[in-house]
């Protein structure tokens, strides 16, 4: 099953969903995903609307889709997650996951444009994000695995010179609409990350990054386990799985973004994210006028 969320007009979104095959979306009545799995019933509502015949219901090729999930009560976020991207920046196999946050307001849809400002080392990284579907804490990985309700995309787009001021990577991280997430989730009963997904990235058609979760060193059901014990997690909640090998800050020389080029970001079963980056320096400050 894929979720999503669609814009529908005039500022308004509503969420949808389809079969894995299927050509329409049904609309449902909630403004998001994220808003419709925070039900406890959201299955029982899905498949009400999918048999009524008289459920709205709007061409895929058609719609726009925003960001499913656009509002998630927490977002955590794994770093050095894959072992070529751990080998490309010489450290070493970590004993725990390297965590960090964002915020909501980092998230943008599948489409958009990803404005920066203020940073001129600017950086891709494609990601599997795992979307919870249950609260759970202190879960074992069994209990985290069944918690785990779907899978998305996301480009950890990243700030390097930011990141790079401190030893805490949360400057580099946070920026405002510049972390895309789509273009839909999809549920854990119709895909498996353990059995191997193709990730990549493109720059304007050229493949900078290639791998496959298999290379993941904590899968989905470790990072939902992990968390879990130091914070409870909800239906909605998002936790970014880490980027593979092939990073602009690895390459020799490193390569950062400019301003115009596509991102595009693939992940095999789920969908793709094509975004366009437009960097600019920030306007100088305005300087008082001398009272005298």
């Known amino acids: 099953m894929h979720l999503a969320t669609i814009h529908t007009g005039a500022g308004h ?3 949808a969903v389809r079969g894995s095959d299927a050509d329409d979306w049904t609309l449902l009545a909630e403004s998001d995903a994220g808003v ?8 029982d509502r899905v498949d009400r609307a999918l048999a009524d015949p008289g459920s709205e219901r709007v061409s895929a090729a058609g719609s726009e889709l925003a960001a499913p999930i656009p509002r998630p009560a927490k977002i955590v976020c794994c770093g050095l997650n894959y072992h070529d991207h751990i080998v490309e920046t010489g450290r070493d196999v970590p004993e725990y996951p390297t ?8 998230l943008t849809g599948p489409t958009a444009d990803l404005v920066i400002a203020g ?3 600017v950086d891709w990284e494609a990601e599997l994000v795992v979307v919870v579907g249950a609260p759970i804490r202190h879960a074992s990985r069994a209990q985290a695995e069944a918690a785990i309700l779907g ?4 480009n950890d787009v990243s700030c390097r010179d930011w990141q790079a001021r401190t030893l805490q990577w949360f400057q580099g991280k946070a920026w405002d609409r510049t972390t895309p997430l789509g273009p839909v989730v999809v549920t854990a009963d119709a895909i498996s990350p353990t059995d191997g997904l193709s990730i990549q990235c493109e720059i304007d058609g050229d493949t900078v ?4 979760t298999r290379e993941l060193v904590f899968d989905a059901a470790d990072l939902v386990a992990y968390v879990s014990q130091f914070t409870e997690l909800g239906p909605g909640d998002l936790i970014l799985t880490g980027t593979p090998g092939g990073v602009g800050l690895g390459a020799t020389p490193p390569r950062w973004l400019r301003d115009g080029q596509v991102l595009t970001t693939t992940i095999a079963g789920i969908g793709t994210l094509t975004n366009t980056l437009r960097i600019s320096q920030l306007a100088p400050a305005h300087e008082p006028e001398d009272p005298a």
């Open 209 to 212: 990054q290639h791998s496959n």
């Open 36 to 43: 419709l799995i925070a039900h406890p019933d959201w299955r």
């Open 119 to 121: 940073s001129e080392k």
């Open 13 to 15: 979104t509503r969420a």
């Open 99 to 106: 965590l960090f946050a964002k915020f909501a307001d980092t």
């Open 151 to 154: 899978y998305t995309v996301a």
